[in-house]
């Protein structure tokens, strides 16, 4: 089965600062997609950015990029210019056309 | 925002009882999941369903049932809910195939005392 292993529980980030949350999966699968998902406290989940498996090129939306490593099964998250209302859950997720996969998530703190 | 919504949000009930929770969208879309999201796990897909009366099993299914006889409607129940099965409860719902995004509803708390 599919896993997806986030291994920072907590990061911390002063605002305006760049952070990196880490994510690996394992998979044998060769199409598939891979999102990080943004929780805030309101409970809603909230799609942040999205990569195909088959495209090279590292996916960019505004603040936020990836490093997607494929050979290395590792889908990393950069913040830039960090900002109060980036606090959040957020969760790497794995998607195969039969199966679905979340990672348990990383805690992100931004400090004024 | 999407147009999804659960219903109830919040629920109490005792070990044994059936619950059923509802899932509704008004975007007419073709995929329809169910999730449940409980601490050091993130989310964990219960059912799926691909179309009207199409369904399929995910990670965590045993103890839940589905059914979806309408586009826009996606009931998951809890025939006998146990203590293991409180959490919060979220839907989704997507277009089509695996790389569109999901879009979530906004969830379900369920305790089972």
């Known amino acids: 089965a599919q896993t997806v292993t986030q291994s920072q529980p907590e990061m911390s980030v002063q605002e305006a600062e760049t952070v990196t949350l880490s994510c690996t999966y394992d998979?044998?699968?060769?199409?598939?997609?891979l999102f990080w998902y943004k929780q805030p406290p309101s409970r809603q989940m909230i799609l942040v950015i999205r990569q195909e498996a088959y495209k090279q090129q590292n996916a960019t939306e505004n603040r936020f990029s990836v490093n997607f490593q494929k050979a290395a099964k590792s889908f990393s998250l950069k913040i830039s210019d960090s900002q109060l209302g980036d606090a959040a859950m957020y969760f790497c997720?794995?998607?195969?056309?039969?199966?679905?996969?979340f990672g348990a998530g990383t805690r992100l703190t931004v400090k004024p | 925002d999407a147009g999804i919504t659960q219903s109830p949000r919040h629920k109490v009930t005792e070990t044994g009882t059936p619950v059923t929770l509802r899932c509704h969208q008004t975007?007419?879309?073709?995929?329809m999941y169910w999730y449940r999201q409980d601490p050091g796990h993130g989310l964990r897909l219960i059912h799926y369903?691909?179309?009207?009366?199409?369904?399929d099993k995910g990670e965590v299914s045993d103890g839940y049932s589905v059914s979806r006889s309408k586009t826009e409607d996606f009931l998951l129940t809890l025939e006998s809910a146990t203590s293991s099965q409180t959490s919060v409860y979220f839907c989704?719902?997507?277009?089509?195939?695996?790389?569109?995004?999901?879009?979530f509803g906004p969830g379900t708390r369920l305790t089972v005392t």
């Open positions: 989704a719902i997507s277009q089509t195939g695996e790389g569109y995004e999901q879009y």
């Open positions: 975007e007419n879309h073709r995929y």
């Open positions: 369903s691909y179309g009207v009366k199409d369904t």
């Open positions: 997720a794995y998607r195969s056309p039969n199966d679905m996969r």
């Open positions: 998979t044998s699968e060769s199409d598939y997609y």
